[in-house]
């Protein structure tokens, strides 16, 4: 037997909608838990319908932290703002010899609190003073402009229409008057010392790299990772959109469009690109329910309009559960390959409601009790029928490999590749290909034409000598 694990932490990941909360209730129950927020808009109070809080009867009483717990005039936290808040409040819940739990879908977080790093970015934001840039505010391709100017390396790399990734690489050079390229590569160098001080091992013996940098988890956790086919977790959220409605979606969107217009009659700039402001169901429902508001609208506009902000929220919601579960194959799972932890996760199917307790609820009670006893855990893949195929890294993280950034434009499609990746795969795709052969046909029928119109004209002068020819023989 294997000794017990020294200040465990259990985590549970997944797409939005896969029921996370519920199995981080039952765990904390099981084991004498206390359960973490880590969903980046569930930590603003109110709004329990457009962030998606468990309610409180489903709590059952365990005790949950790091939710509700900013108003709507504060922005998100940074990540190492996050981080720190989250620290505390697991030791607080290991003094009383209790479970930390931690559970959400803002995986960012979750990795961040998982495993050790430098979180030099977001610490130089969140301690510096919160003097307004206005250049911040200008459109996307004037900061590129100043990014290009101050940070090349980072202008690069990002998509010219990424805005929120130019602008905040350019918000932490205003901020910390560094490049964040440089603040990027001194943070590999420390979270490379820490693992040179904590594994004093030569450099060949050294496990756990991933992208050229080493990665160390800050306590033994188990992870678990609720999944559900596309096709029925698709099907689960357009129903639980439906349900939002119902639940008061509409009444949250006016709360925060009444605070905003409040805010801005004050002359405070609100950045609706961050924070609550970026919460699904807002702005997909803001025209609808202004011209319900308004009274203008005639009952056939006020269904076109409700209709179309439904379905568009139904995509944004899909569309956000499919990057959840990217984040987690391609960079939790790198990550984790890195640190030689690849052991300690195990998906869950949550494909079929109907059998929820005998593929979630009891795997994970039976594996949540091994691992706090000290037991030998079971290998992840025969815990699921899709572990094989999901359990392993679906590519390798390019954010770590600086040597593969490297920003090219397709001449004949437009498109803007900032990887090697991307270029790579859209010059392998069809629509790339067809625009090609469309390119080369019209290359084609061009040159034909030109070569036309030189046989014609070489026609018109052999026939204006002819002529000559013909009256110079007449003369003659």
């Given at each position: 037997?294997?000794?017990?694990?020294?200040?465990?932490?259990?985590?549970?990941?997944?797409?939005?909608?896969?029921?996370?909360?519920?199995?981080?209730?039952?765990?904390?129950?099981?084991?004498?838990?206390?359960?973490?927020?880590?969903?980046?808009?569930?930590?603003?109070?109110?709004?329990?319908?457009?962030?998606?809080?468990?309610?409180?009867?489903?709590?059952?009483?365990?005790?949950?932290?790091?939710?509700?717990?900013?108003?709507?005039?504060?922005?998100?936290?940074?990540?190492?703002?996050?981080?720190?808040?989250?620290?505390?409040?697991?030791?607080?819940?290991?003094?009383?010899?209790?479970?930390?739990?931690?559970?959400?879908?803002?995986?960012?977080?979750?990795?961040?609190?998982?495993?050790?790093?430098?979180?030099?970015?977001?610490?130089?934001?969140?301690?510096?003073?919160?003097?307004?840039?206005?250049?911040?505010?200008e459109?996307?391709?004037?900061?590129?402009?100043?990014?290009?100017?101050?940070?090349?390396?980072?202008?690069?790399?990002?998509?010219?229409?990424?805005?929120?990734?130019?602008?905040?690489?350019?918000?932490?050079?205003?901020?910390?008057?560094?490049?964040?390229?440089?603040?990027?590569?001194?943070q590999?160098?420390?979270?490379?010392?820490?693992?040179?001080?904590?594994?004093?091992?030569?450099?060949?013996?050294?496990?756990?790299?991933?992208?050229?940098?080493?990665?160390?988890?800050?306590?033994?956790?188990?992870?678990?990772?609720?999944?559900?086919?596309?096709?029925?977790?698709?099907k689960?959220?357009?129903?639980?959109?439906?349900?939002?409605?119902?639940?008061?979606?509409?009444?949250?969107?006016s709360?925060?469009?009444?605070?905003?217009?409040?805010q801005?009659?004050?002359?405070?700039?609100?950045?609706?690109?961050?924070?609550?402001?970026?919460?699904?169901?807002?702005?997909?429902?803001?025209?609808?329910?202004?011209?319900?508001?308004?009274?203008?609208?005639?009952?056939?506009?006020?269904?076109?309009?409700?209709?179309?902000?439904?379905?568009?929220?139904?995509?944004?919601?899909?569309?956000?559960?499919?990057?959840?579960?990217?984040?987690?194959?391609?960079?939790?799972?790198?990550?984790?390959?890195?640190a030689?932890?690849?052991?300690?996760?195990?998906?869950?199917?949550?494909?079929?409601?109907?059998?929820?307790?005998?593929?979630?609820?009891?795997?994970?009670?039976?594996?949540?009790?091994?691992?706090?006893?000290?037991?030998?855990?079971?290998?992840?893949?025969?815990?699921?029928?899709?572990?094989t195929?999901?359990?392993?890294?679906?590519?390798?993280?390019?954010?770590?490999r600086?040597?593969?950034?490297?920003?090219?434009?397709?001449?004949?499609?437009?498109?803007?590749?900032?990887?090697?990746?991307?270029?790579e795969?859209?010059?392998?795709?069809?629509?790339?290909?067809?625009?090609?052969?469309?390119?080369?046909?019209?290359?084609?029928?061009?040159?034909?034409?030109?070569?036309?119109?030189?046989?014609?004209?070489?026609?018109?002068?052999?026939?204006?000598?002819?002529?000559?020819?013909?009256?110079?023989?007449?003369?003659?």
């Amino acid at each position: 037997m294997l000794r017990p694990p020294q200040k465990p932490l259990v985590a549970i990941i997944g797409a939005t909608g896969t029921g996370k909360s519920e199995l981080a209730v039952e765990i904390a129950r099981r084991f004498n838990g206390e359960i973490i927020n880590g969903d980046a808009m569930q930590l603003y109070h109110g709004l329990p319908v457009i962030t998606n809080k468990i309610p409180e009867v489903e709590q059952k009483g365990i005790p949950h932290h790091l939710l509700g717990c900013i108003g709507l005039e504060q922005e998100t936290w940074t990540v190492g703002k996050f981080v720190d808040k989250a620290l505390g409040v697991i030791e607080e819940i290991r003094s009383r010899n209790q479970l930390p739990v931690l559970v959400g879908g803002t995986h960012y977080y979750t990795q961040s609190l998982l495993f050790h790093d430098i979180l030099a970015d977001d610490t130089a934001l969140s301690s510096s003073n919160n003097q307004h840039f206005p250049i911040l505010d200008e459109p996307t391709d004037v900061i590129l402009t100043k990014l290009q100017e101050v940070d090349p390396i980072m202008a690069e790399r990002w998509h010219p229409t990424d805005r929120q990734k130019i602008r905040r690489s350019l918000e932490l050079f205003l901020k910390t008057g560094k490049p964040a390229s440089k603040i990027y590569e001194e943070q590999a160098i420390r979270r490379q010392a820490v693992v040179d001080a904590d594994n004093p091992a030569d450099d060949g013996e050294r496990e756990g790299k991933s992208g050229g940098l080493t990665m160390t988890m800050r306590f033994p956790a188990l992870i678990f990772w609720i999944h559900a086919s596309r096709e029925a977790l698709c099907k689960r959220l357009d129903g639980r959109i439906l349900k939002m409605l119902e639940n008061g979606l509409l009444e949250e969107v006016s709360t925060l469009s009444i605070f905003r217009e409040g805010q801005e009659a004050k002359g405070f700039a609100v950045d609706q690109t961050r924070g609550i402001w970026v919460s699904i169901g807002y702005k997909e429902f803001l025209a609808y329910r202004t011209a319900l508001a308004s009274g203008a609208a005639d009952a056939q506009e006020l269904a076109r309009l409700k209709e179309a902000a439904v379905a568009h929220t139904q995509a944004a919601t899909r569309q956000y559960a499919n990057r959840q579960v990217k984040w987690i194959r391609i960079k939790l799972m790198n990550a984790l390959a890195g640190a030689g932890q690849t052991t300690n996760i195990f998906l869950l199917d949550g494909t079929d409601l109907a059998i929820w307790d005998e593929r979630v609820i009891s795997p994970a009670m039976g594996i949540t009790e091994k691992f706090l006893n000290g037991d030998s855990l079971p290998p992840p893949v025969d815990v699921s029928d899709i572990a094989t195929e999901l359990l392993k890294p679906k590519s390798e993280d390019l954010s770590q490999r600086r040597d593969l950034w490297g920003k090219k434009t397709c001449e004949v499609c437009g498109i803007v590749g900032t990887t090697v990746n991307d270029w790579e795969q859209h010059i392998k795709s069809r629509a790339h290909r067809r625009a090609v052969a469309i390119k080369e046909k019209k290359k084609v029928k061009e040159q034909m034409r030109e070569r036309g119109l030189k046989m014609d004209a070489q026609k018109e002068v052999i026939d204006v000598l002819e002529n000559h020819l013909d009256l110079f023989a007449e003369e003659q």
